[in-house]
């Protein structure tokens, strides 16, 4: 799935920093590592700053570099020791100012700032609860329902790590988190792992919590190790402490999408570099589905690092076959269908002199409703591709996900009710080739951690959330509903 057709989104990134010395600027550090998770999500980003246990902050809706002015950076207090950072694309709730994190919350017990990456399946079910017992939302996301809980919890514990471990009790689904409370940054992550969360150490003395190392990278914070699943560490005055009571209660299930496409290629998650488990999903790939091709090219970004594994697998040469507008925003206005229809070709260019006359392999990785993967192909066939092999570094998306992946309704996935060779003639692919499910779980080759391939095989690690609709892998589409995907 190319940067270029309606992508999937991740729900959103984290980032915490205990700056024990009392050196760094920590406002700065958040806005430079939320610059670094900027991938994860981009409707809306915060930050906020804790300055001898006084919690101030800023979110709104927008990219890092729109709601972090110079002058609102300037604006936030100096001499702080903690600050929390978030970027979100919303999974859960609506795309409104009030769902934006990190979500500070004022108690009698203690101010706090919470951040949160993930889905909670049973949601709706907790939400309901705290409203039958008068709690009042501002927003749609679950995780406000996250900040109830934990400061209903602080009311009957002797800490705030205690009332996050006896949240943790009543969540199902997927959450890492990051707390600062007055005196504390905490880190936390569902008993499975769902969502990766890192820790990484200060050069004058501190820690920093992210969802990405890449985000340590970018605030000088050398890689300690990863948060385990269920695992509760706390950053305080004294170093750093953790609670395992949670540690062990579930199977370890990662989402393997973090790995083909999420996470940035220079992080590392759990020991597996990102880099090297996507060119292993190329030569997995060029095992699968070999043909016979003069150039491997992928699509910018996410495609390019499988296209380099199945060219160092295959021996066909690795080639660019694609130019990105990289001054293409967000923001980029499609108005009329022909606008729409052209939005590709803005967007990205083909290079007529890798592709004229040859046999080319195209990798991307994945397929979401097709449309934008045909118009990819078309452009290729018109700068005068002699053949185009589709490859993709995942296998078919068919089912929902409820932990933090925003799939499209399964009538609009264009593996809905149709075969390979089916997808393949709506492409208008010469071949079509997926990676099997049997080698989707073994990217990341020095990773320990188990994976969820719910969206690929509709088998959960958790139950999904009740009343969901009809499973359409069920029953043959009407030839209605088929047209519907593109």
Do not use: W
Not at 278 to 293: C, D, I, N, S, T
Request: proline share 5%.
């Amino acid at each position: 799935m190319s940067d270029f057709q309606a992508p999937l989104h991740e729900e959103c990134g984290v980032f915490g920093i205990y700056d024990k010395a009392g050196t760094e600027d920590v406002a700065a550090a958040a806005y430079s590592a939320l610059y670094a998770l900027q991938h994860r999500g981009q409707e809306s980003c915060g930050i906020a700053v804790n300055v001898d246990g006084v919690i101030t902050g800023h979110r709104d809706l927008g990219l890092v570099n729109e709601v972090f002015t110079p002058a609102v950076l300037g604006s936030l207090p100096a001499g702080g020791k903690m600050a929390t950072g978030h970027v979100r694309y919303a999974t859960s709730g609506s795309r409104t100012r009030a769902n934006a994190q990190p979500m500070v919350v004022r108690h009698c017990k203690g101010t706090i700032a919470l951040c949160h990456n993930g889905n909670l399946t049973n949601a709706a079910a907790l939400r309901h609860e705290l409203e039958m017992q008068g709690a009042i939302f501002h927003g749609s996301s679950d995780t406000e329902v996250i900040c109830y809980l934990v400061t209903r919890a602080r009311l009957q514990t002797a800490s705030i790590e205690a009332a996050i471990s006896n949240t943790m009790d009543l969540l199902d689904g997927a959450y890492s988190l990051v707390i600062m409370s007055p005196a504390k940054l905490i880190a936390a992550r569902d008993p499975h792992g769902f969502r990766p969360l890192c820790i990484g150490t200060l050069p004058g003395g501190g820690y920093v919590f992210a969802s990405e190392s890449c985000a340590l990278d970018a605030v000088g914070a050398e890689f300690l190790r990863d948060v385990a699943p269920g695992e509760i560490v706390i950053a305080d005055y004294n170093g750093l402490r953790s609670m395992k009571d949670h540690c062990g209660t579930a199977k370890s299930t990662m989402c393997v999408f973090e790995f083909i496409y999420f996470a940035r290629p220079d992080s590392t998650i759990e020991g597996s570099s990102v880099h090297e488990a996507r060119k292993q999903a190329g030569r997995f790939l060029a095992m699968e589905h070999p043909v016979e091709a003069d150039v491997v090219i992928g699509v910018p970004d996410s495609g390019l690092d499988a296209a380099l594994g199945y060219s160092q697998q295959s021996g066909i040469p690795y080639g660019i076959g694609f130019i990105k507008n990289k001054y293409i925003g967000r923001t980029f206005i499609q108005g009329s269908q022909k606008q729409r229809e052209n939005s590709v070709r803005i967007k990205l260019n083909a290079v007529k002199s890798t592709v004229e006359g040859k046999r080319v392999v195209l990798i991307d990785d994945s397929i979401v409703r097709g449309t934008t993967s045909a118009r990819i192909i078309k452009l290729l066939r018109d700068a005068g591709a002699k053949e185009v092999h589709f490859r993709v570094s995942a296998p078919p998306f068919k089912y929902p996900c409820y932990f933090g992946t925003d799939i499209p309704d399964q009538k609009l996935l264009v593996a809905t009710g149709r075969t390979v060779e089916e997808i393949r003639q709506v492409l208008g692919a010469d071949s079509l080739g997926y990676l099997s499910t049997e080698h989707v779980v073994k990217l990341a080759q020095k990773s320990k951690c188990g994976f969820c391939t719910g969206c690929f095989t509709g088998r959960y690690p958790v139950d999904p959330p009740p009343q969901e609709p009809e499973d359409l892998h069920e029953r043959p589409l009407h030839e209605s509903e088929k047209k519907k995907v593109l």
